[in-house]
C-alpha cells in the first residue's frame, strides 16, 4: 500500500525557522516533491529530492533519506506569506503523484 | 505559456445534473491528472492519462465518472448524475513525460458545489 503521513497543522514566528516532517511507504519511488498550496490556490511546486541529502534554495531546503523513508521541508527567515499548507507528495511507478493530506502552516508576527 | 486551464472556475449546480469540467494542459506536456481535493481527504488522484490514453483510474469513485482526452490538448472530466457529495475542488495538472525537477503544473482548479 501506500501511505504518506506529515503533520496537520504547525505555527511558528516571523523571522524563525520552521521543519516540516513527511514519512512515506509506497511502493516505486521515483522522487519526493513538496508543493505549497495557499487558500483557494492551487498546489505551486516547491523542490524536489530524488538522491539522499539535502537541496538548498534561496529560504526552502528539503532532505530526503530513502532508506528510512523520511524527508523534511525547511523553512528560514520565515515570512507572513509563507502561512499555507504544505503538501508532501512521492512518485511512484508510471510518473504517478500521491500526495500526503498536508500541514497548515500558520506564521505569527 | 498560459499554464494549465481550467474551466469553469466556479460550479453549482443541482443534486442529479450533469457537470462536465474542462481542461487544457500546458502544450508539449504528455501527461495529464485529475485530482479531487476536499478538506476531509486531501488532494485524490482520480485518473491520468499519457499521451492521450487513460492509464490508471482506479482513484475514479464511481460509474457516475468519466474523463476524457480526445486530443492533446483537451480533457474533460464528467459526473453524471451529481451528489453532493462531490463537492470539492477539482484540480487538472499536466508534466512533462517523465518525473523531472519540476513535478506537475496545476491549473486553478474548478470549485463544485452540487446542492
Known amino acids: 500500500g501506500q501511505n504518506i503521513d506529515q503533520p496537520t497543522e504547525m505555527t511558528a514566528t516571523e523571522g524563525a525557522i520552521v521543519q516540516i516532517n513527511c514519512t512515506y511507504q509506497t511502493s516505486g519511488f521515483n522522487g519526493l516533491f513538496w508543493y505549497q498550496q495557499h487558500a483557494g490556490e492551487a498546489p505551486t511546486f516547491l523542490s524536489y529530492n530524488v538522491l539522499d541529502g539535502l537541496e538548498e534554495k534561496g529560504r526552502f531546503s528539503s532532505f530526503l533519506s530513502r532508506s528510512k523513508g523520511y524527508s523534511y521541508l525547511l523553512l528560514k527567515e520565515l515570512q507572513m506569506k509563507d502561512s499555507a499548507s504544505y503538501l508532501c507528495?512521492?512518485?511512484?511507478?508510471?510518473?504517478?503523484?500521491?500526495f500526503g493530506a498536508g500541514t497548515r502552516l500558520a506564521v505569527h508576527p | 505559456d498560459a499554464g494549465v486551464i481550467q474551466s469553469p472556475r466556479h460550479e453549482v449546480t443541482e443534486m442529479g445534473q450533469e457537470v462536465t469540467l474542462r481542461c487544457k494542459p500546458i502544450?508539449?506536456?504528455?501527461?495529464l491528472f485529475w485530482y479531487r481535493q476536499t478538506m476531509m481527504r486531501g488532494l485524490e488522484l482520480l485518473i491520468y492519462f499519457n499521451n492521450n490514453v487513460p492509464i490508471d483510474d482506479s482513484g475514479m469513485p464511481e460509474d457516475r465518472f468519466s474523463a476524457k482526452m480526445p486530443n492533446a490538448s483537451f480533457s474533460t472530466l464528467k459526473i453524471q448524475p451529481s451528489e453532493p457529495r462531490d463537492s470539492a475542488v477539482y484540480f487538472c495538472?499536466?508534466?512533462?513525460?517523465?518525473?523531472?525537477?519540476?513535478?506537475?503544473?496545476f491549473g486553478s482548479g474548478t470549485r463544485l458545489t452540487v446542492v
Open positions: 495538472a499536466s508534466s512533462r513525460d517523465r518525473v523531472n525537477n519540476y513535478g506537475y503544473t
Open positions: 502544450s508539449g506536456h504528455d501527461y
Open positions: 507528495a512521492v512518485s511512484g511507478g508510471y510518473n504517478k503523484l500521491i
